[in-house]
Structure formats: structure tokens, C-alpha cells
């Protein structure tokens, strides 16, 4: 058995916590590991490893490869030069697969980024999704609704198929009261968009609905786990949905017996995490006096509140977001208004992860700029130069090696290292701890950009 | 003419922009100046700037200082050792006038921290009580009730005295329904703290009334304008209201003509500042949608508000606040409990003044804590050493002249210079432009606690 993980969305609805570079996917949210390796985690228990394979744009690669790393093996990462919605991602996932070994296998695709609570009734429902999958349907696991959801698109089970039911049709987010007409109705289940499916099964239905995406994967190239972007830029932008679960007759559907919550808003995170006695969830650095019903979260500062109710109050280190807990996928609003402003605080966080580890800006001002470095064991950044400023380096522990054209300096915790503007430098860690450095920048351009790489 | 002007005051109405160590005359609040300098400056059309005395706790002379020099000249700053109300700093600033040359002029005594908008008319109340105060009248200013305010003291007019009239009693802070009374009555007047008297009439009273802090002033020093801590100690902690106040038949009223309001709470802030078509007073990178009759202050970050309405939310460096306008008195709680904490946010800023410019710690982390210096013209920091740690300078702009035992050496912008542990230094800044130094400091105990000086 295959599995695929679907690890490509932005990241409006959890912001500030989440950004474009860092995905809702990537975040721990008060757990110890992200949801993409609690995902991850929970598939183990029915798949190996090496057979799960994580799809994401390639901007997130390094990061993905990171988390997956810390879960104690390589994880299989295919990257999409550029975003085309889940049919392009699924479709060239398989063809991955296909081409790396696979037989026709069951596979089994999900988001990266949903919460699923009990792990035995998730374990029944894939029992009986393989038992479908093996006879040829495509299965979609559904969730009975406990509310009228707006939200969330919905699937009609029909006449019972084995374990599960054939799929009457998929219907779109509905208005309140269809939602409520669905949920009196009984036959209606929330698409939880996880699929499971014999390999061959799938590629057919591609080929016979959708050619524009099929007919393209045949000359695809996978070079350095990487999506060529020749063939996939020809492909249409098009959902898994409506390319195949809405056209095929091969649909069925399981429900899914556990807690399911796609965790897309602000409210969402609030109704999984335990409350205290005032119904708060609090999380950090965070003092209250009179507040009820209310998510606050601090993840570095103090957060002090007091005679409020029913609000969501989110710190991050360069932004800080407060809503009504009702109406909190308005956090888009925010987002979209500083992403109209070209605010980096929608892009990336303070703390960057870069291949060799990661930075943070810890300040910034007038023709100077700070950050903290960290270089993973045996890690390095190669050798390049900065036209516009000068940097300047305070080893804080472990141990660096800096290589000029003068040759290679060795600095402990405590040594000091100034690289002039114009001066080729390379900065390796060369031990098995991480080596954590404070850099000034002083110039002009203090940018990512005003970079020569050799 | 003299002015008193009382700039005691703690930090706990304005948190999380004021401290215990940055309380709220301080603040500029998004001014140019802040409510001392304005203080000051609204004083200057009458009292000459050599007449003018502040008197603060010790612990913020040097920041006092630093402000009124910013106003053009030399401030006259008198330092309690410790806290004893108004009543011993009053006695005291009046005996520190008379052993400093002033004859039996009239003195005005007022609060630093308050807000007073029409300066012609304030021009009129004082003129007026100048000439009740030369026919030996203490006169209290009263500000006419606009509303049943219950967190102020009122004073009730009696009958017609010159230009305003004899006040028959000083009352405590009322209920709502006495407020109400007081409201209709119309002989009811907010108590705004501001007197002016003869010296010797003053003095007098104070004689006649609290011998307890009178007979001390006599043997009273003044060294390097701070009062004697045994002389002061012996005084009781008493207000100017309760000693002298409410027990002379001395005490006259004249109107404040003027918009007055004591800025005593974030409501009032929100008061007096213009606002947006929303209703809401907005300062620094602040992005909204829906938000309704609101302040919402970014000292530094992004702060972003959705689906709100009638709160009060602060930015600053290290701590953010989050209330209900029209309960923003309860902020004192949050900073009560933070106290109970020890919790540093409620003591300092992150930029902390100094008499020889400021600093600002940027980060910290295992062993290493970052700071920003700014070394004011010709300033500089005297010799010292450090045992548990190492200091790293790089200089941003302007000069720095560093003096260890091995001698001295000059730094521009872009040096850098390593400090290790034991090693005498002095760091000095000979221009006249602001020199900036970004400090790393490595090592045990990073605290200003570990500091030799010679």
C-alpha cells in the first residue's frame, strides 16, 4: 500500500501563525509535531515509510524534507514547480509511483493538514476502504455531520456497496438551510477529500476524464525528486474533485468513524483544543482577568487580556491578530489587505528554515540588520559575497569554520569573525551539535538579494 | 512666579506602554512630546524655565533630565530617596525654592501627567487665582463636571470670592448615584490637583497642620539635587489633599476654563484623540476590518483586528494588551497579576533610558543576550569589567573611543571590537552625532548585575 500526501496550501486562514512560505501543514499549533508529520505518523501504523510520498510546491521542499527527517528517516518528497490544484499533484504523484517501482498497488491520498483524533476507528474505515479499493472503486471517506456546515462540500451515499455505500453525486459548500436540509436528510457526509484507490484504477479514470493532465505524463521528467515544469505548466489548474470524484462512476464511500476537524480557521483550532474552566484555550505567555470563550496564544511576548469574550488573540513575532471567534475566517480579510500592501509579514515569519538550517531577523533599523543563524550538524552555506554591506559574526556555540580566499578560520563560542563587503566567504558547521551565530549587517542592501553565489 | 511640578506617579494605568520605571508622564502617547515636556511647555508662557522644579523619585531623575534638556535648557529636578505622597514632596520642593532664592512668590503646583487642551483659557484660571493667591487664598482648580464621573475627587464652591469662590469641602471619589447629585447641584467640581498659593501661605499650613512633616524641613539637605533620605523617611506618606487641603479655611476655588481630562486610563486616552470615521484611534502598522470605536496602538509590529468592537488593544515590545474600553481600568489588574509574576514587563521597557543615552535588548537566548546602545553626544560609559561574560561591539554610526589597560582605540562604522571577560573597559563617544553599538554579550550571567566599576 501507497499513500500520498497532499502538502501544497497557502497560508491565509491560520495567519499570523501561518504564512505563504509556512502552510498551516508545517505548524505544531501547541503540539509537539506539525500536522503534516502527525499525518505522517498516523499512516505509519498502516504503511511504511518509504512507501509515503508528500507532494508540495517546491518552495516548501527543504522544510518538509526537515520535518519529515526529524520523524527519523528520508521522506520521499516530490515537488511542484508551480501550483495546479490537486488533480495536476495526484496525477503526477502516481506516475511517480508507477515509475519508482510500484505495482498496482492500493494508494491512499490525504491533506496533510487535517486533525484525526482516534486512531482505531480511522484503522476500521481503511480496512474497509481497501476492501472496496481492491474491487475497483475509488473510495471517499465521508464524515457524518453533527452540524449544518457551510463550510465544508458535501457527498451522497446511495444504495449500500459492501462495507460502505455507492456515491449519489458530490454537492458543493451549501447554503444554511440546504446544510440543514442535509443534515435531516441523513444520507448526506462532509468529504473529508481522502481517497483510496488502486493505482490503475485512478490513472484510468485520468485518462478517460481528464487527457489534458494524462496525455502529459508519459514525457514528465522527476529530476532530484522535482517535477519538470515544462509538463506540468501544460496541465490545467484543476481540483482531484472535479477532475475525477464528480465524473466517475467507480465512487464509494466509507464513513469515517473517528473525529475529523480540517482545523481552516482560527474557530476550528479553538473547538479541538481543551478549555479551561472559563472556556479559554491559552497557549504561551499569557495572563487573563474576566475573559471567556477565547483562544489567546502567545508565542513569544506576554499576552495580557482582560474583560473580553469569545475573541481569538494570536502573537507571532512580527505580527499580532485579534478576532471575533465567530468570524474568524476573517483573518483572510486581514491577510489579503497586507498582502495588498506587500507586507512580508503574510510571506515568511522572523524565523526562515533554509537548507542548511535556519535564521531569524532579530532586529533591524537604520543601514543595520540583525539575525540569529543556525547551521545544522554538517551543514553549510557555500561560498559567496555581498557587494553592499559588510557582516559581522559573534560565534554563540558549537563551532564554525569560515573560508576566505585567505584560507579557513576555526571560531569557538565567544570568537568573533568580521567578513568585509566584497569578500567571498563560505560558513560550515563541522561537528554533530548546532552552531548558532549572531550576524550584524551593516551596508546599504541588507536584503536576501545583493548576494554572488560562486 | 514658581512651578511645582509633580512627576512621582507609577506605571500601572497605562500598561503595557507605561512601567514602574517608565510611568506615564513620560509617554508621549503619539506625540511629538511627552505629558511632562507638554507640562512644561504650557508653563513656559508664564514661568520662566529656571522657575520651574520638578520633583520625582530618584529612580527617574536621569530620565527626567534627559527630557528637559530636549526642551532647549537645563531642568531644575528635585529626587525623593523614596515614595511619600504629595504632601512630603510638595513641603520639600517649597523649602528647596526658598533655600534657592525665591522670595514669597506665588507657586504653582501641578500634576505632569494630565492633559489641559485650551491654553487661553487656562491663561484666564490663572490669572485669576494669581489674584486670589496674593490676598493669602490657597486656590484649588476646578474643572466643571461634564458628566457623573466617579473615579475623580470633587470640591464643592461656597460663596463668591473675587473672581471665584470659597470652597466649602473636599469630597472623596462618589458613587454613581452621589456623582449624579453632585452633577445636578452644579457647586460640584472635578479636584484637578493644580494649586496656587503664596510660599509663605503654604508653608504655613503646613506648619499649622502637619508639624509631622514641617518641623523636618528645617535640617533638610539637598545634596546634588536630591532630598536627604533621613529627613524624608521621618516624613509620613500623606497627600497634599489630606494635610493641607481639606483642613485650611484658606482654600479658594477658580474654574479651569480649559478641556481638561487626567489621561488616567486607556478609555481616556481614547477620549481625547481624534478618530476615524469608525470611531476608532488608530497609531502605528495597524491593518482593520470591521472594527468599530476602538484604540488600537502598535508600538513596533503589525496589528491586525477583525469583527471588533469597543476594545483597546497595545503593542509594545515585550507585552500586548487586550481589553474592554469602557472596563480599560481593569488593565490594572493584568498588571497586578503580572507584579505577583515579578514578571520584568511590568518594571521596564526593553529600551531602557540611562543617564548616558539608552539600550535596548533586541534578544536572548542560552547564553548569549543582544542589545542596541545609543551613546549620546560626548557621553560615555565609565570604566568597568565583567566576570561572567564576554561583550562584542559593533558600531552602526558614529564614533566610539574604546579605553582598556592596553590603551585606546577609535571605531567607526562597520569596526567591530571584542571584549573578554575581567577585562577593563571604557566606552566613550567623542562627536556630536548619536553613536549606535550593537552589544553580544556571551557568557554565565548576562545581567546588568555582573559589573565592576572604577
Do not use: F, I, T
Given at each position: 500500500m501507497k499513500a500520498i500526501i497532499l502538502?501544497?496550501?497557502?497560508?491565509?486562514?491560520?495567519w499570523p501563525l501561518s504564512?505563504?512560505?509556512?502552510?498551516?501543514?508545517?505548524?505544531?499549533i501547541g503540539e509537539d509535531s506539525s500536522l503534516l508529520q502527525q499525518t505522517v505518523l498516523r499512516l505509519q501504523k498502516y504503511i511504511g515509510f518509504n512507501d509515503i510520498l508528500t507532494v508540495t510546491n517546491v518552495q516548501h521542499t527543504s522544510e518538509i524534507k526537515r520535518q519529515l527527517d526529524m520523524l527519523g528517516e528520508n521522506g520521499a518528497v516530490l515537488g511542484e514547480p508551480l501550483g495546479k490544484n490537486t488533480g495536476p499533484a495526484v496525477a503526477s504523484a502516481l506516475e511517480y509511483l508507477q515509475r519508482n517501482g510500484a505495482n498496482d498497488e492500493i494508494v491512499m491520498i490525504l491533506p496533510s493538514d487535517h486533525l484525526i483524533k482516534d486512531a482505531e476507528m480511522f484503522n476500521r474505515s481503511i480496512a474497509e476502504a481497501c476492501e472496496l479499493a481492491g474491487n475497483g472503486h475509488i473510495v471517499t471517506f465521508g464524515i457524518k455531520p453533527g452540524y449544518p456546515e457551510t463550510g465544508y462540500g458535501y457527498v451522497k451515499s446511495g444504495e449500500a456497496l459492501g462495507p460502505g455505500f455507492k456515491v449519489d453525486k458530490f454537492v458543493e459548500k451549501p447554503d444554511l438551510a440546504t446544510a440543514e436540509k442535509y443534515l435531516a436528510d441523513g444520507s448526506y457526509y462532509w468529504n473529508g477529500g481522502i481517497f483510496v484507490s488502486r493505482i490503475s484504477v485512478l490513472l484510468a479514470e485520468f485518462e478517460r476524464f481528464m487527457p489534458e493532465i494524462f496525455?502529459?505524463?508519459?514525457?514528465m521528467k522527476f529530476d532530484n525528486g522535482q517535477i519538470d515544469y515544462r509538463s506540468y505548466e501544460k496541465m490545467p489548474s484543476i481540483s482531484i474533485d472535479y477532475a475525477v470524484m464528480e465524473k466517475s462512476d467507480r465512487i464509494a464511500l466509507v464513513p469515517l468513524y473517528s473525529d475529523w476537524n480540517?482545523?481552516?480557521?482560527w474557530q476550528a483550532i479553538y473547538e479541538v483544543k481543551p478549555k479551561d474552566a472559563d472556556g479559554n484555550v491559552l497557549s504561551g505567555r499569557t495572563v487573563v482577568h474576566n475573559v471567556k470563550n477565547s483562544l489567546i496564544y502567545s508565542q513569544k511576548e506576554i499576552v495580557a487580556v482582560a474583560d473580553l469574550e469569545n475573541i481569538v488573540l494570536v502573537e507571532t513575532e512580527d505580527a499580532i491578530m485579534a478576532c471575533r471567534m465567530e468570524n474568524s475566517q476573517n483573518v483572510k480579510k486581514l491577510y489579503e489587505k497586507l498582502k495588498a500592501e506587500n507586507s512580508s509579514a503574510v510571506m515568511l515569519h522572523k524565523t526562515v528554515a533554509r537548507p542548511w538550517g535556519y535564521y531569524s531577523v532579530t532586529d533591524s533599523g537604520d543601514g543595520y540588520l540583525n539575525r540569529t543563524l543556525c547551521v545544522l550538524p554538517h551543514k553549510k552555506l557555500s561560498m559567496h559575497l555581498h557587494r553592499q554591506r559588510s557582516e559581522h559574526w559573534v560565534v554563540l556555540s558549537g563551532e564554525a569554520v569560515v573560508v576566505t580566499d585567505n584560507g579557513e578560520v576555526r571560531l569557538n563560542a565567544g570568537d568573533s569573525y568580521d567578513v568585509p563587503a566584497g569578500v567571498k566567504h563560505s560558513l560550515q558547521n563541522p561537528q554533530e551539535t548546532e552552531l548558532k551565530i549572531i550576524e550584524v549587517r551593516i551596508g546599504k542592501d541588507l536584503t536576501e538579494a545583493d548576494i554572488e553565489r560562486f
Open positions: 502538502a501544497g496550501g497557502c497560508g491565509s486562514r491560520l504564512r505563504d512560505m509556512y502552510p498551516k501543514q508545517l505548524l505544531s496525455n502529459n505524463l508519459n514525457d480540517d482545523l481552516g480557521s
